[in-house]
């Protein structure tokens, strides 16, 4: 059972700005995104069972986000290198950004010690945070079922 996660963000207030390597080459960075909803999405690890099943769902319902608006990014400590597979090997048609130095994580609050069958590490909650086109924190999700979720956010739009 994971830790329960309490994050110093809430809903309101600015999302934390960044700047970082994404899949597909190049710089991704949260200003580029003002005046559009984006769904920033961290998870654990490129194509491990969960972090799969949310990834294809945000992929299933892409066309509906676009739709909407709505831009969807994947963060997790993962490579490019790793991302770039990730993304070709499941036909992802969003971004994931390679957050290696974990700047991302510790800024949204997701990084910290999580527990797996007694076990203790340091890793990724599975968090989702929508920003609005103003920048600032609409909605977090701190509960994530990796399957559901995507139709959640959606709904949330």
Known sequence: MAKEIELKLKVGDIAPKFSVASSGGGKISITDYLGKNVILYFYPRDDTPGCTKEACA??????????????????????VKAHDKFVEKFKLPFTLLADEDKKIANAYGVWGEKSFMGRKYLGV??????????GKIKKIWLTVKPEEHAAEVLAAL
């Open 58 to 79: 945000f992929r299933d319902g892409f066309a509906d986000f676009k739709k909407r608006g709505a831009v969807v990014l994947g963060v997790s400590p993962d490579s």
């Open 125 to 134: 909650f599975r968090v989702t945070f929508l920003i609005g086109p103003d």
